[in-house]
């Protein structure tokens, strides 16, 4: 079973940043898209930004120019540098591979509150 974990979530005040980080096996770096996502209290879990193996990138419209997701070959993970943050973007953070095919990770908690 694929073991994704995320860490590097916390609690900020509205316009903070953080960056969450998604450790990866590195068989499955190698060979998967990767993807974000979050997961709000009540609500469905909800795409965020992808990158694919050449490092090209896709956002939805809500975070493109907040959210940067990027690689780092050197450790095999996946980031995702949040600046600007709202309230609204209080949720549970999760990496997956694009087609969301790998085991879930236990998430990363992002809290943005004044």
Not at 14 to 19: A, R, T
Not at 49 to 65: F, H, M, P
Not at 76 to 81: A, F, G, P, V
């Amino acid at each position: 079973q694929v073991q994704l974990v995320e860490s590097g979530g916390g609690s900020v005040q509205p316009g903070g940043s953080l960056n969450v980080s998604c450790a990866v096996p590195e068989d499955i770096y190698r060979e998967y898209d990767m993807s974000w996502y979050r997961q709000a209290p009540g609500n469905q879990r909800e795409w965020l930004a992808s990158i694919d193996r050449r490092g090209r990138l896709d956002y939805k419209r809500t975070v493109q120019g907040r959210f940067t997701i990027s690689r780092d070959n050197a450790k095999n993970t996946i980031d995702l540098q949040m600046n600007s943050l709202h309230p609204e973007d209080t949720a549970v953070y999760y990496c997956n591979s694009v087609l969301m095919d790998l085991s879930w990770g236990q998430g990363t908690q992002v809290t943005v509150s004044s």
